[in-house]
């Protein structure tokens, strides 16, 4: 059974950078594309791209000038960054995996803060 | 960005009615659809995709329809368990967008 599970600060203050780490066990990342997705407290869903476990990657256009998205092959790990936060970036952070355009494997979240 | 917008936004029904969800895209986006439930401090989890295609472990009294911009989500005799919240989510472009989700609550 695949698993994800992200981690990182649960607080960071504005104008800083985020960055979480998602591990993935039961399964390879070496297939698959990997995402991070967010949901502001009490608000929908938000998609903020994906990477391929070759390294290629798409971010969603009102986000891209300050995400980043890597792969680790050897640790079973993908990471995403954002950098200059403001409290707008509050959210629960979601890493999960997409075959063939379904999300079918989720972590559970990480509620990130922005905050001074 | 493909808008996809879910009707009605809240809705409330008894035990073992059928409800339906309707998701709009405001531009064709084949069957590149997916359904997600999502309980309250819990990820999405994945119900239908590909418009009608069940998710394996999904229960069966769930349905989906649909193609090019509109779309359905059936549930064939609500549960307990059911009441919670569904979004929409197209996969034909980027970015990845969702609807603004349907909150199903207790009549």
């Known amino acids: 059974q695949v698993q994800l599970q992200e981690s990182g600060p649960g607080l960071v203050r504005p104008s800083e950078t985020l960055s979480l780490t998602c591990t993935v066990s039961?399964?390879?990342?070496?297939?698959?594309?990997w995402s991070w997705i967010r949901q502001p407290p009490g608000k929908g869903l938000e998609w903020i791209g994906y990477?391929?476990?070759?390294?290629?990657?798409n971010y969603n256009p009102s986000l891209k000038s300050r995400v980043t998205m890597s792969i680790d092959m050897s640790k079973n790990q993908f990471s995403l960054t954002l950098t200059s936060v403001t409290a707008a970036d509050t959210a629960v952070y979601y890493c999960?995996?997409?075959?063939?355009?379904?999300?079918?494997?989720w972590g559970q979240g990480i509620l990130v803060t922005v905050s001074s | 960005d493909i808008q996809m917008t879910q009707s009605p936004s809240s809705l409330s029904a008894s035990v073992g009615d059928r409800v339906t969800i309707t998701c709009r895209a405001n531009?064709?986006?084949?069957?590149?659809l997916n359904w997600y439930q999502q309980k309250p401090g819990k990820a999405p989890k994945l119900l239908i995709y590909?418009?009608?295609t069940l998710q394996g472990g999904a229960p069966s009294r769930f349905s989906g329809s649909g193609s090019e911009m509109d779309f359905t989500l059936s549930i064939s005799s609500l549960q307990p368990e059911d009441f919670t919240t569904y979004y929409c989510?197209?996969?034909?472009?980027?970015?990845?967008?969702f609807g603004q989700g349907t909150k199903v609550d207790i009549k």
């Open positions: 999960a995996r997409n075959p063939m355009g379904a999300y079918d494997y």
């Open positions: 039961g399964g390879s990342i070496s297939s698959y594309y």
């Open positions: 990477i391929y476990h070759s390294g290629s990657s």
């Open positions: 531009e064709t986006i084949s069957r590149y």
């Open positions: 590909a418009a009608s």
């Open positions: 989510q197209q996969t034909s472009r980027i970015p990845h967008t």
